[in-house]
């Protein structure tokens, strides 16, 4: 028992100096974590992980680049004007166990590409992710974890959350609440009191990047009610805590700018493992155009739309994907493609148009993936399965969430522990680990009297 509650103990200090490495300052907080180390190694090595259900997400080993030890690699970029864009929004601070999903050398803000790689291609793009979707293997990063505002790539969280609960030939009747869309953004052109197939609404989201088919598809999948959206926005949200996507959090169905609304590189490459797994997906980001029907009532003519995805027309073995733009956020793309039995995906957020347009950027990213051998990583795209059994793990460890729970640690947090609580679980750190120490003591002592008897 002694040794077990000396392992907890051990395992929550790691954890409370890992989520706030700031608290980690002067020599006797570092003998002190020195101590905590050596003393966890008498204990089950697997049980600190399983608590924290960190194991399979990379956590329990925060590489040292998010803990600032090692210099980050910038990232190559084109030499480019400065452009007029109005300031990014403030992103949740970083938590560092979020920072690690998929392997310690993904916490970076920096460039993780193998050793002795090519270097990738030089893109505005500030974040971007090449990852194979079959393997889930990272093959290269630029800040990967790092919060960036979506855009229309977040209309794939969409697809991935919905796409498989609405029958493609079922018919609906569109609200006036259904166009209510920024104005002058991107809209496929869907009339009030008009009547589409859910298919023809999924080709106007992905083809035409329709804002007025991302609402009305979300209010149908939310039950079709006045707060279907909502309930949509919440299920998408649930979606990407329930595959490993912890850097996002959707406002909107679309991806128009909402406060508060933030994805990253990889989590954009879960998505997209997931959209990619649809036969329906699949089939609509490779149709090149299609057809709105005529409605009677209103009487408005029919028309033909495009695919603004120019990967598809333009790369050799392209699959689709999604492109997207606001003033706030950019342009972000997602685009994969097969070639030579592997499936790569390549992810970007807040890119210019300038000198390469997002599509060139990804097929750029593409192109340099295709040309590591196969196999090459830095990292791995989790699985729904893995968060799972993490997240089962960590209710499995009364000991160590005990004392997390003791301490006011939470799981989940946006901004990491404050001084108060960082205080206070050192503080049962240092009892649960003094106590059981000198359980030890006393029962080494007892021995060495015996014997000598």
Known sequence: ????????????????????????????????ASASRDAAALGSASLGAAALGSASLGAAALGSASLGVAAEVPCPKPKIAKPSAPPRPTPPAEVAE????????????????????????????????????????????CGP?????????????????????????????VTKGDLDIEPNSSAVGLVVGGTYTISTLWLGLMLNSGNDAANALARLAGGGGADGLQKTVAAMNAKAASIGAR??????????????????????????????ASADFRKYVLTKTAQMPAQK???????????????????????????????????SYVGAATRDGRTLVATLLGAEARPLRGWE?????????????????????????????????????PE??????GAGIQA???????????????????????????????QRRQRRLQKSD
């Open 297 to 331: 009532n209103p009487k408005v003519g029919g028309f033909q739309f495009q695919n603004e995805n120019k990967l598809i027309y333009n790369y050799p073995g392209a699959l689709g994907g999604k492109t997207g733009f606001t003033t706030l956020a950019r342009h």
């Open 400 to 405: 160590l969430t005990g004392a997390v729970a």
């Open 247 to 276: 850097q996002t959090h959707a406002v909107t169905p679309s991806g128009l700018d909402g406060k508060g609304q933030f994805t990253s590189a990889y989590d954009l490459a879960l998505i997209a493992r997931v959209c990619f």
């Open 1 to 32: 028992m002694a040794v077990r509650l000396l392992a907890a103990a051990a395992s929550l200090l790691a954890v409370v100096l890992s989520a706030h490495p700031a608290a980690a300052v002067g020599p006797a907080t570092a003998s002190f």
């Open 98 to 141: 979020d920072m690690a999903v998929g392997g310690p050398a993904l916490a970076t803000h920096g460039l993780i590409v193998p050793a002795g790689s090519p270097s990738p291609p030089a893109l505005t793009a500030t974040t971007w992710l090449v990852a194979d979707l079959d393997t889930g293997e990272v093959l290269g990063a």
């Open 412 to 442: 989940a947090h946006p901004g990491g522990p404050t001084g108060f609580t960082v205080i206070a679980a050192v503080a049962v750190a240092v009892a649960l680990i003094a106590v059981p120490l000198l359980l030890l003591l006393t």
């Open 361 to 397: 950027q990804g097929a750029a990213l593409l192109d340099w993936g295709f040309a590591l051998p196969a196999g090459t990583s830095v990292g791995k795209l989790v699985t729904p399965e893995e968060v799972a059994a993490a997240a089962k793990a960590a209710s499995a460890t």
């Open 145 to 173: 974890h790092v919060h960036q505002t979506p855009a229309s790539v977040q209309k794939m969280l969409l697809a991935a959350t919905a796409i498989d609960q609405l029958d493609p030939t079922q018919k609906m009747r």
